[in-house]
């Protein structure tokens, strides 16, 4: 059974950074790509990065590109998506995903705000 376990949220500033983790289990994490999402209220969820099962290359939404990065380590099952520069408009609830899978994890809230 596929579990996804997000963390890493919470309120910041505009500018400031946050790094997500998410801890996956129930599959062999290293043999699939590995994606970040986000849902604003009253929004559709986006795909937000998309990393490959071996790490690179990787993907990224056009409101994002050069201000996230996403990271994986296979030894510890774990996706990273480190935020800088944050912006009023990346609040949202952050899930990550196993590619291809109808998988869901709790997510993580990401507010900023002044």
């Known amino acids: 059974q596929v579990q996804l376990v997000e963390s890493g949220g919470g309120l910041v500033q505009p500018g400031e950074s946050l790094r997500l983790s998410c801890v996956a289990s129930g599959f062999l994490f290293s043999a699939y790509a590995m994606r970040w999402y986000r849902q604003a209220p009253g929004k559709e969820r986006e795909l937000v990065a998309h990393?490959?099962?071996?790490?690179?290359?990787?993907n990224y939404a056009s409101a994002v590109k050069g201000r996230f990065t996403i990271a994986r380590d296979n030894a510890k099952n774990t996706v990273y998506l480190q935020m800088n520069s944050l912006k009023p408009e990346d609040t949202a609830v952050y899930y990550c995903?196993?590619?291809?899978?109808?998988?869901w994890g709790q997510g993580t809230q990401v507010t900023v705000s002044s």
């Open positions: 990393i490959t099962l071996t790490g690179s290359p990787t």
């Open positions: 995903n196993v590619a291809g899978r109808d998988s």
